[in-house]
């Protein structure tokens, strides 16, 4: 188990945007922008009413996800972390976060957002091809993300991360060459790529299954990840972990939390957990949200609030597989095998000798007296490594 002194890591998660992407499975809402205010007023209630329950824990990231957390003022982020502020220990240097639209970042507000706290945005760029951009029906173009860009360095951010999305029905390698090319020459520290999934329930997956558009070609997919990983390579990008790139110093301390396996809070609806011995996520509505955390007098037993939904113990076992799991998907870090027996008491290749050895052979692992790492052909095929490994 991880020591109760670790910092934590904190995820608040803001439900609202103003247009809907045609592959977005998030849990957010359009239309429901007079529920900001509120929303803002309930979170504060649940920040202080789980802070309360294990007050001055250790924070060292803060990441403001969605939904479009850049649809909040800077004031009401002041709010927020006021109220952070008061029941947790948050470090000098932290990592803060927040996931903004292209369009809403200029220069007042990039520069406001900076006076409040945060020091690192993530631009969710997506594309730089208008005809991908319009397939998602992204509020933004492409131009707008260069503005972005330049707003959030003006207003004195020094660490901006670019999401890109790849596998897009009739998207071809040019096209992919030429988003990797652009991102490039944006200069910003971290890039993020995922892989389109179709998520049911979402327009794209509705165009797919009735034909409207094509079925993501797999190859295809898989080649575009190839070219990912050349262009950003040699754009001086460091790979860390199998989606992400950075520049020296810049890999996001928020997702190492998660890829190490380390506690993080999660706050407001839909926002998951893994505190306390238990992975918990937070019910999804945010109008029911809102109205439960109006009042709330009793005493909650810490991770819990009245929003609490989910809420499952985390097995030692269970623990393990997702260490390896989330651990392997450092593409250099792997899982250090000290920092494995001390948080478990066991050797890594006592509890999984034979898979380890036989993937060892098969030259889909490497094994170092210090980490175990996937090796580039199997981090290809992660997914039988994972299968066998939990
Ligand atoms: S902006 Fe992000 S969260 Fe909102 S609909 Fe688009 S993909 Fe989903």
């Not at 797999?218 to 575009?224: P, T, V, Y």
């Not at 790492?373 to 299968?387: A, E, K, M, P």
Request: proline share 5%.
């Amino acid at each position: 188990m991880y020591s109760n002194m670790t910092p934590v890591a904190v995820y608040l998660h803001v439900p609202f945007c103003s247009t809907k992407c045609t592959y977005c499975a998030f849990n957010t809402y359009i239309q429901l922008e007079h529920l900001i205010e509120p929303f803002v007023t309930a979170l504060i209630a649940e920040i202080r009413l789980v802070g309360r329950s294990q007050p001055g824990l250790d924070v060292h990231t803060i990441f403001f996800g969605g939904g479009t957390p850049s649809l909040l003022t800077p004031e009401q982020y002041a709010r927020i972390f006021a109220a952070l502020r008061d029941v947790y220990n948050i470090y000098p240097g932290a990592e803060i976060t927040l996931e903004a639209n292209p369009n809403d970042l200029h220069r007042d507000y990039t520069t406001a957002l900076r006076q409040v706290g945060f020091n690192r945005i993530s631009i969710g760029m997506q594309s730089a091809n208008e005809n991908e951009l319009q397939l998602f029906r992204r509020r933004h173009d492409n131009d707008a993300v260069a503005r972005a860009v330049t707003a959030a360095r003006a207003g004195g951010f020094a660490n901006l991360n670019l999401d890109l999305i790849y596998g897009i029905p009739h998207q071809t390698l040019d096209g992919w060459r030429n988003t990797l090319t652009q991102t490039v020459a944006l200069k910003p520290e971290h890039i993020s790529l995922y892989a389109l999934g179709l998520e049911e329930g979402t327009a794209m997956d509705h165009w797919v299954n009735t034909g409207r558009l094509p079925t993501p070609d797999d190859d295809l997919a898989a080649d575009m990840y190839d070219l990912a990983t050349e262009v950003l390579g040699a754009a001086g990008y460091d790979q860390y972990e199998i989606s992400n790139w950075a520049r020296p110093g810049y890999a996001c301390r928020h997702n190492l939390q998660y890829w190490r396996n380390l506690p993080y809070l999660g706050f407001g609806p839909g926002a998951h957990g893994f505190a306390g011995g238990a992975r918990y996520s937070v019910l999804l509505s945010p109008q029911r949200y809102i109205k439960l955390l109006q009042d709330v007098s009793e005493d909650y037993q810490f991770p819990r609030a009245p929003v609490t939904d989910m809420f499952d113990p985390v097995t030692r076992e269970g623990e393990i597989a997702d260490t390896l799991i989330m651990g392997l998907r450092l593409v250099r870090e792997g899982i250090d095998r000290e920092t494995f027996r001390q948080r478990f008491g066991v050797d890594l290749l006592d509890v999984h000798r034979a898979a380890i050895d036989r993937f060892t052979a098969s030259g889909l692992l490497s094994v170092t007296d210090e980490r175990v790492t996937l090796t580039d052909r199997g981090r290809l095929l992660s997914n039988i490594v994972f299968r066998e490994l939990v």
